[in-house]
């Protein structure tokens, strides 16, 4: 366990004058806190508490209430979307537009995601095929989705990862090509944009996740947007078991309505969401400053000249590291930072996908990815000037990297 900090009034240094100075190595950690990727922002706790309190005054807390209503009516105006629709939570919405869709057969998408993008395929009895990623973007690479595409593929689903746009472009060709529909799995992309527009427009249908982690949260929660009206009402009936109206049944649905309180607590964020947005462009901006130096290590940047959220702090490790990637994950945790690797396996490493005859593919892109990349924390919990010291602590341990692996522990 790390030693107690010492007083606030005299911080750790961000760069210890020895190794011995290092909370793995016995010295006092950088923080008297423990600072975490996926830590919630949250709007004041009377703001959320107001909001509450309006929907126990009306009795009315799920079932399309009114607080559903307008956030789903200000997210589609921030999106520019004709058609936002709320559900429970993003896996859902995966699985509500993909049953809306009719997709059958097979599903394309990245190996390199979280592993709920491939569940919700595999939950509806469809055939998750795996493909490598773009080095640049991290999204699902266009030539492996050329390569794989076969007769029996009903949709392409890519993903957004850590907001940037993956090759969307490349990927609409290949769907109009093929008569099959493009969904975009947008759980991180809220706030992030791509040529002038904001992302939610592209593709046949998105998914963003307002899961407590992501930049806007609503507890649990998602939005499903598209310009398709004819989709939108599937999308509606499926959500609320298919029901239009009192004493009517038209369709196969399910429950993934969003609850009043959850859009309460996304109405509170989302008028708070830009300031967070600042705030974390100042602390990209503070990693960025203190690890410009630091050898072996890249800082992933924003698309250029489009919006971001900046709320995914992803550092990749270069093979001329002198550390790697889960050494500097116990040397941070040690120093009460609670860094993160993602994604650990791959989705085709993972069960059950990884037992199904004839083994995982050999995707190399996604396989280096999940030995190198690392986050590290975002949002309020933590301040421009704690990342900047972060940052130092971070690249002193890369300069000296030769000396302090002597020092850690074998890792495999």
């Known amino acids: 366990m790390p030693m107690p900090s010492p007083p606030a009034s005299t911080p750790v240094p961000a760069e210890p004058a020895r190794l011995e100075d290092l909370a793995l190595l016995g010295g006092p950690p950088l923080f008297d806190r423990m600072l975490y990727v996926g830590r919630p922002s949250m709007a004041p706790d009377a703001e959320v508490h107001a909001r509450i309190q309006s929907a126990l005054d009306r009795r009315w807390l799920t079932n399309d209430g009114p607080l559903v209503q307008e956030l789903e009516r200000r997210c589609g105006e921030r999106l520019q979307v004709p058609h936002c629709i709320a559900v429970n939570n993003a896996t859902l919405g995966l699985e509500v537009a993909l049953r809306a869709l009719g997709v059958q057969g097979e599903v394309l998408l990245p190996a390199f995601t979280f592993i709920g993008t491939a569940h919700a395929v595999q939950w509806l009895g ?192 270069l093979p001329t590291a002198t550390l790697h990637r889960d050494q500097l994950v116990s040397l941070l945790r040690a120093e009460n930072v609670y860094a993160r690797r993602y994604f650990r396996p791959g989705c085709h490493q993972a069960e059950p996908y990884r037992s199904r005859p004839g083994g995982p593919p050999v995707l190399p892109v996604t396989e280096r990815l999940g030995q190198t990349l690392l986050q590290l924390p975002s949002g309020l919990q933590i301040t421009p000037e704690e990342a900047h010291r972060l940052g130092r602590r971070l690249a002193w341990c890369l300069r000296h990297g030769d000396a302090v692996a002597t020092r850690l522990p074998r890792m495999a």
């Open 126 to 317: 469809l055939t998750p095929v795996f493909g490598d990623v773009c080095d640049a973007d991290h999204g699902l690479d266009p030539a492996e989705v050329e390569r794989r595409i076969t007769p029996a593929t009903g949709a392409i689903l890519a993903v957004h990862l850590w907001g940037r746009a993956c090759a969307v472009e490349a990927l609409e060709a290949i769907a109009r090509r093929h008569g099959i529909p493009l969904i975009l799995d947008a759980a991180h992309a809220m706030g992030c944009g791509h040529a002038g527009r904001p992302l939610g427009s592209r593709g046949t249908v998105e998914v963003f996740s307002l899961h407590a982690t992501k930049g806007l949260n609503a507890l649990e929660g998602g939005l499903i947007t598209t310009g398709d009206a004819a989709l939108a009402e599937r999308i509606r009936l499926m959500r609320n078991f298919g029901i239009p109206g009192e004493d009517q049944v038209r369709c196969v649905g399910t429950n993934a309505k969003m609850n009043e309180f959850s859009a309460a607590v996304g109405l509170a964020n989302l008028d708070h969401f830009d300031d967070l947005c600042v705030h974390n462009q100042q602390l990209h901006a503070a990693y960025g400053a203190a690890l410009a130096e630091a050898p072996g290590l890249r800082l992933m940047q924003p698309e250029p000249g489009q919006a971001f959220s900046h709320h995914y702090i992803v550092l990749e490790l």
